[in-house]
């Protein structure tokens, strides 16, 4: 049976190809001689990596695989330090699929997905042992060497909102460990073709006209050089899988590494194409990231927290039991509304430490190796030091809308990871299910498409529609027209990267301003207004001068606007949105650092009542 979002209508008469309006000079290739039998996936994260590997080796099904990153680990997934949820099978954890999803869902502040939840957390474990543990003499997937304890058993460890030590680890580079090994196995897979340094310009749709009306497939994808400048089409029957991560990086503090992961290409290519999107405004903030004047934030992991790191005041005082009963292994939203807070009351000088000096200093140094270096660098010491830290744009809980398959509303669109919206993180996102989501949800896209009664069918459809004449005549007019229009201009070019990373300060500016922590519909409408403006210049200087800096800012603000405008829409606070109503009798705006966290709970899940 085909999904309800990719159920197949009858074909009809088709029109209209869009998405043919992006090429950079006149030697690009026209249509390129792709193997349109492969399937498209877009990222080499742990989703896509997923997806590539389930597709190839269980269903035999071609994959190209591109990214934009010189290696395939220029991914947000190397940069998670924590863990990766498991299951731990000892009666005295009382561990068990069920005590997962109750944490999910508390997390999530009741906003999740039940379908969703429960997939992660019966399929999670069999996942991780299919795609990380993989010990067979084939070794077709990854062997990652978790941490494991002296009778060889792996080491679960405990982390907030958790209530059993189910994350496995592997020092605090579990993201490193797990993309080293995963990556590797998609390199060397005969059915997987990794292309680098590709950014993806716009999905190509078709309308076809069927017995029940109008449905739009996508065809496949333009795709842009980011080193060469040469713009391609690929043209795929098995579909295309937008697993190209989030957009964190969209804010002025993010814990996501610089250059265009986590822009938020996957939502501005759906909402180019009309794929429907839903939850951008569940931005998960982490509470607790490194900051250091004039330097980008570094991610002091959860797992510290969950080690027993305690967050202080400028006096040294621990304040994280005045926000909520569970201190600071509560909520990551409430924590970071908490750390948010407390920074607001002296903001001229650093005002929150995390503490964690009262542990062991050798444990520490080998529990969490490369925070210890990097504090190093910065004149800190973990075993001593209290950090100075902020809040800062991390996840993103929503994205393009899928169902537990991973389709779209598009026809041959699908998405996995934290492009996707599922609903399984509902408001808030659960410490270490980031990994976890993509193996699950990667290989359910693979399995969906590899499935002759369910993508069976919808290749068919594709097929169909490429081997028309008409539709090829449609593809090569398009983009030679495209083509045509477009002159190489070095100075042009230039000008234009430039103007390109002016614009993405002042967005990243007016995005952590106005859709940050705590929001106000005020605030939100002038974000509106502000990412408006500089969408439309975006989109001219990228028609004008195609790169990865036009592309950049351009997907920038097309997610940015979605967020922001999401944000707006939705008027009543839970989870990571946090929306303060001004008072009607105010004069001014009330400040948004005026808002905290009471202590008295709405419901026993403890979710935060605001006050003034």
């Known amino acids: 049976m085909l999904s309800a979002a990719q159920k197949l209508p009858s074909v009809g008469r088709r029109v209209g190809v869009r998405g043919l309006a992006t090429f950079t000079d006149k030697t690009s290739n026209i249509v390129v001689n792709h193997d349109e039998g492969r399937m498209i996936v877009v990222g080499s994260g742990v989703a896509g990596c997923s997806t590539a590997l389930i597709a190839a080796e269980k269903h035999n099904i071609p994959v190209t695989l591109l ?33 997962l999803v109750a944490d999910v869902q508390r997390a999530g502040a009741g906003l999740c997905d039940d379908g969703a939840v429960w997939k992660l957390a019966l399929e999670g474990p069999d996942r991780v042992r299919q795609l990380l543990l993989d010990d067979s003499p084939s070794g077709r997937f990854a062997n990652v060497p978790f941490d494991r304890k002296e009778d060889g058993t792996l080491s679960c460890c405990l982390e907030a909102s958790h209530a059993a030590p189910r994350i496995i680890h592997y020092a605090d580079h579990t993201g490193k460990a797990i993309t ?58 098995q579909g295309t899988v937008l697993a190209s991560g989030g957009l964190a990086n969209l804010y002025t503090h993010s814990t996501n590494p610089p250059g265009f992961n986590a822009l938020g290409s996957s939502t501005a290519l759906a909402t180019r194409a009309g794929a429907n999107t839903s939850d951008l405004e569940y931005v ?79 444990w520490l140094r080998g529990r969490f190796p490369t925070i210890d270096a990097h504090l190093k660098k910065q004149r800190l010491d973990i075993t001593r030091d ?24 598009i026809l041959g669109l699908y998405s996995a990871g934290e492009a996707a919206r599922t609903g399984l993180h509902g408001g808030n996102r659960l410490a270490s299910t980031s990994l ?30 490429l081997s028309d004449n008409s539709v090829r005549k449609e593809l090569n007019e398009a983009t030679r027209m495209s083509v045509n229009a477009k002159e190489r201009n070095h100075e042009k070019m230039v000008r234009n990267n430039k103007g390109a990373a002016e614009l993405l300060a002042k967005l990243r500016r007016i995005m952590w301003d106005h859709v940050g922590v705590v929001r106000t519909p005020m605030g939100l409408t002038h974000a509106v207004s502000l990412v408006s403006e500089i969408k439309e ?24 606007k979605a967020v922001a405008q999401a944000a707006l829409n939705n008027r009543v606070s839970a989870g990571a949105h946090c929306i303060a109503l001004e008072s009607p009798e105010a004069s001014d705006i009330q400040d948004a650092s005026t808002v905290v966290n009471s202590d ?7 979710m935060p009542l605001l006050r003034w």
């Open 436 to 465: 976890l989501e993509g193996l699950v949800y990667g290989g359910a896209v693979a399995d969906f498409v590899g499935t002759p009664e369910q993508g069976g069918q919808v290749r068919g459809l594709m097929n169909e529609i």
């Open 67 to 99: 990214y934009a990153g010189s290696m395939p680990t220029d991914c947000n997934s190397y940069w998670a330090q924590g863990g990766i949820i498991y299951r731990n099978y000892k009666r005295a954890s009382n561990d068990s699929a069920a005590s």
């Open 284 to 362: 998960q903030f982490h509470p607790t990231a490194l900051k250091i004047p004039n330097q980008s934030c570094f991610l002091l992991t959860e797992a510290l927290r969950g080690e027993g790191a305690i967050l202080r005041d400028g006096s040294g005082r621990a304040f994280a039991k005045d926000f909520h009963p569970d201190g600071e292994l509560a909520p990551r939203d409430i924590v970071a509304r908490g750390v948010y807070n407390e920074a607001q009351k002296v903001p001229d000088r650093p005002n929150v430490f995390l503490d964690i000096s009262h542990r062991d200093s050798n």
């Open 537 to 560: 210049e975006a989109c001219h200087i990228f028609e004008e001068t195609p790169s990865m800096e036009t592309a950049g800012i351009r997907d920038a603000a097309f997610a940015g």
């Open 180 to 237: 080293d090994h995963i990556t590797t196995a998609v390199m060397n897979h005969p059915l997987v073709n990794v292309i680098p340094d590709t950014i993806v310009t716009e999905l190509i749709t078709k309308d076809t006209m069927t017995t029940d009306g109008q449905v739009k497939v996508c065809l496949g994808t333009q795709v842009l050089n980011k080193v060469t400048g040469e713009s391609t089409t690929l043209l795929s029957s």
């Open 386 to 409: 209290q950090l100075p830290i902020t809040p800062a744009a991390h996840y993103t809980c929503g994205g393009i809308t899928t169902d537990l398959d991973g389709c779209t509303n």
């Open 600 to 606: 008295e709970y709405s419901d026993e899940d403890g």
